[in-house]
């Protein structure tokens, strides 16, 4: 009985196991950086859920890169993440019905970026991660504070 739940667990080597690990962890920084900037501005979707995009979608496509699926595969298992995140994202956005007004646009956009920066760095392409994951922080986070600099909201009820 020990082998054969030993025999389970061996699917991955050493080599294997650092590269998931690695890919897994960047992964899951990248994600913590968009949601903790997320988190900050008290948003519905933040760092847990960042980081739980980020590090699902990177292990949607790894193990079936490390399984031996061929690229066709992976490309459908991708395919079929972008369309659930979609889902995902909708759910951030709200429609006011008394004024029309539309909010989560930006929260929706930033988990779909996170899947993409989780998939990337999920396929070993780490470095690709790290710069879209910055992009997105840089969105976020400076364009975030200049656009609101600009465009104050109304003012607070005193």
């Known amino acids: 009985m020990f082998e054969a739940v030993a025999h389970e667990f061996?699917?991955?080597?050493?080599?294997?196991?650092?590269a998931l690990a690695t890919r897994l962890a960047v992964a899951g920084l990248l994600g913590a950086l968009l949601g903790w900037e997320?988190?900050?501005?008290?948003?519905?979707?933040?760092?847990?859920?960042?980081?739980?995009?980020?590090?699902?979608s990177a292990a949607f496509v790894a193990i079936p890169q490390q399984a031996?699926?061929?690229?066709?595969?992976?490309?459908r298992v991708i395919q079929g993440l972008v369309a659930g995140i979609g889902f995902l994202g909708a759910g951030c956005i709200i429609k006011s019905?008394?004024?029309?007004?539309?909010?989560?646009?930006?929260?929706?956009?930033?988990?779909?970026?996170t899947a993409?920066?989780?998939?990337?760095?999920?396929?070993?392409?780490?470095?690709s991660a790290l710069l879209v994951g910055l992009f997105g922080w840089f969105t976020l986070s400076v364009?975030?504070?200049?656009?609101?600099?600009?465009?104050p909201g109304p003012p607070s009820p005193p």
Do not use: F
């Open 10 to 18: 061996a699917d991955l080597a050493a080599p294997q196991a650092a």
């Open 38 to 56: 997320r988190e900050k501005r008290g948003k519905a979707a933040g760092l847990r859920t960042h980081i739980l995009v980020a590090v699902g």
């Open 68 to 75: 031996g699926y061929d690229p066709n595969g992976v490309a």
């Open 97 to 113: 019905e008394a004024d029309a007004h539309v909010s989560g646009l930006t929260t929706a956009a930033g988990v779909w970026l």
């Open 116 to 127: 993409a920066v989780g998939v990337a760095a999920g396929v070993g392409r780490e470095a």
């Open 143 to 151: 364009l975030g504070r200049w656009e609101h600099g600009r465009h």
